[in-house]
């Protein structure tokens, strides 16, 4: 008799999850299992050249590969992970177009969500700093460098100007640095575009809480990279850290104030809410998992790899966050699901690493590979040449080397691509007949009638009961929002409307902002908590 079909669940579309998916498809026939991928992205972003979508030596949608053909046959959900249930093996993932929570149950669990940005602690920083982690974040950034450039041409006020013309980057590890480095060599370079700015000083701070910059880096290489930057004009200030922010200045630990009006942020980082919820063994926040990148407690079942799990190689060294680790995890991984669904030996963790690579932009960098320590245009060549190799697909290859091209011939491009988010709030309309929301539905905005009559309806015993007829000027959907349930009533459009729709998340800012909107929809709700006028 023929074993039954296994599925296995991937949370996160990183390195980690990506390339455990990739191997499970060589590894496991479509017969013996399902594997499912759960990203809120349908892409895969190649992480180590991020940085050079600031300054545009690499096009924005080049770093990215859709990860339906990096992966040809996993199948892609495109949400977001909201809860784990390890007992049920169930994972909750967000609504899509229909409010309805879709529940995915899984054999074999692989988690590789990240981390996220954390400012708890810090103030003003969540409104002030940007951070930087995703594609997302990148292409607003370069955006706001251009705008702060662009409203530094016109504006007269001195003092203004020359916050914004201050661009204060906090964490000095790789991700800091090749993040200054970009902005500095992009802000410079694009400076004589702007007639009024040509003589204007530009003040690029990096700002980190060690004593040296890089870390990961020997001495002599993390010396060499702080005086490539300084020779650059970047202020590297050194045994402090970023602690809180307005939208003037940013304040460091030692009390001294920057003023300025571009804070990013590449630190603080924690695992994901989701993550934070598990009742499972944990080490500072990240799950804690064996040799085999077994989560612990649910060996066999759930495995844990990437910037989320706390990792030790055989040899008890502690693994960092970089790619060269997570492609080399999710292979152990993939071996060791295998291993689960046929029987055979596991596969341990023991990569302790080939070396480490870091650009300093303007054809420049640091790299320590194999005991060797180079520096300069020659490990600058070797950072592109073995990022470019690490790239999947020849395309995505080709694409990055025609943009490095280019970039060494031409200057960079200056057109700002406006991705500003309308608000959330927006009027909606609905024919006679439509359907507003359906019970059962999860509660994710609320409604306010401009013009026009709907009912609300329940199902009993089978049929559809009218509840109340709401008219201009009423409220509905509130309930389930407030208690956090699903809806209890079905909202059916009686005549031609005009709705006024408030998200969940805006709805939940004014409740705490202005009392008195949070004190009209409690006391709705206790005129609806009879059951004749629920919705």
């Known amino acids: 008799m023929a074993a039954a079909k296994k599925q296995i669940v991937i949370l996160g579309g990183g390195f980690g999850g990506v390339y455990t998916a990739r191997t499970l498809e060589k590894l496991l026939s479509r017969e013996e299992?399902?594997?499912?991928?759960?990203?809120?992205?349908?892409?895969?972003?190649?992480?180590?050249?991020?940085?050079?979508?600031?300054?545009?030596?690499?096009a924005l949608m080049d770093v990215v590969s859709p990860i339906?053909?990096?992966?040809?046959?996993?199948?892609?959900?495109?949400?977001?992970?909201?809860?784990?249930?390890?007992k049920n093996k169930i994972v909750t993932v967000s609504p899509g177009f229909r409010p309805r929570e879709k529940k995915i149950p899984y054999d074999y669990l692989v988690i590789a969500l990240g981390e996220v940005t954390n400012f708890y602690g810090m103030p003003g920083m969540l409104e002030n700093a940007m951070p930087f982690r995703t594609l997302a974040d990148a292409i607003a950034?370069?955006?706001?460098?251009?705008?702060?450039?662009?409203?530094?041409?016109?504006?007269?006020?001195?003092?203004?100007?020359?916050?914004?013309?201050?661009?204060v980057v906090g964490g000095g590890g790789f991700s800091g640095v090749e993040v200054i480095a970009e902005l500095n060599n992009f802000v410079r370079t694009v400076q004589k575009n702007y007639m009024r700015l040509r003589n204007e000083q530009v003040r690029c701070v990096l700002v980190h809480s060690r004593a040296r910059i890089l870390p990961e880096m020997v001495d002599a290489l993390a010396s060499f990279a702080q005086k490539i930057l300084e020779k650059r004009g970047v202020e590297i200030v050194l045994n402090d850290r970023l602690v809180a922010a307005t939208s003037e200045k940013a304040i460091l630990k030692s009390g001294v104030e920057i003023p300025c009006k571009t804070i990013i942020s590449t630190v603080p980082s924690v695992g994901q809410p989701v993550l934070q919820k598990l009742e499972c063994p944990k080490e500072k926040g990240s799950l804690l998992v064996n040799t085999a990148l077994e989560l612990k407690g649910y060996e066999g079942q759930v495995w844990a790899l990437g910037d989320c799990a706390a990792i030790k190689t055989v040899s008890g060294k502690d693994v960092p966050p970089t790619a060269q680790h997570a492609t080399r995890e999710a292979t152990t991984?993939?071996?060791?699901?295998?291993?689960?669904?046929?029987?055979?030996?596991?596969?341990?963790?023991?990569?302790?690493?080939?070396?480490?690579?870091?650009?300093?932009?303007h054809g420049s960098a640091v790299a320590q590979i194999l005991g060797m320590k180079i520096s300069g245009v020659v490990a600058w060549i070797l950072w592109r040449c073995i990022y470019l190799m690490k790239i999947p697909g020849l395309a995505p290859k080709l694409r990055i080397s025609i943009d490095w091209f280019i970039h060494l011939l031409f200057p960079p491009d200056l057109?700002?691509?406006?991705?500003?988010?309308?608000?959330?709030?927006?009027?909606?309309h609905f024919e006679p007949g439509d359907i507003i929301f359906n019970q059962g539905d999860l509660?994710?905005?609320?409604?306010?009638?401009?013009?026009?009559?709907?009912?609300?309806?329940?199902?009993?015993?089978?049929?559809?009961?009218?509840?109340?007829?709401?008219?201009?000027?009423?409220?509905?959907?509130?309930?389930?929002?407030?208690?956090?349930?699903?809806?209890?009533?079905t909202i059916q459009a009686r005549t031609a409307m005009?709705?006024?729709?408030?998200?969940?998340?805006?709805?939940?800012?004014?409740?705490?902002?202005?009392?008195?909107?949070?004190?009209?929809?409690?006391?709705?709700a206790k005129k609806r908590s009879t059951p004749t006028t629920k919705s």
């Open 333 to 361: 991984c993939a071996v060791n699901i295998v291993a689960a669904i046929r029987g055979g030996k596991q596969a341990l963790f023991a990569f302790e690493g080939l070396g480490t690579l870091g650009s300093l932009g």
């Open 141 to 167: 950034l370069r955006n706001h460098l251009i705008h702060v450039l662009e409203e530094a041409d016109v504006e007269e006020d001195a003092d203004l100007r020359r916050k914004l013309l201050t661009f």
């Open 33 to 58: 299992a399902d594997i499912v991928l759960v990203n809120r992205e349908n892409y895969w972003v190649y992480q180590p050249m991020l940085p050079e979508v600031i300054s545009g030596s690499i």
């Open 415 to 428: 057109a700002q691509t406006k991705v500003e988010l309308e608000s959330g709030i927006k009027n909606q």
């Open 443 to 489: 509660g994710d905005s609320v409604y306010v009638i401009q013009q026009g009559d709907c009912d609300v309806l329940r199902e009993v015993d089978g049929a559809q009961k009218v509840l109340a007829t709401l008219h201009a000027g009423d409220y509905f959907g509130e309930m389930a929002l407030l208690a956090d349930l699903t809806r209890n009533a």
């Open 68 to 86: 339906r053909r990096l992966c040809p046959h996993t199948n892609l959900v495109m949400r977001s992970v909201e809860d784990i249930d390890l």
């Open 498 to 524: 005009d709705i006024l729709l408030i998200p969940k998340g805006d709805f939940n800012r004014l409740r705490k902002s202005v009392p008195a909107f949070g004190e009209v929809f409690d006391e709705l």
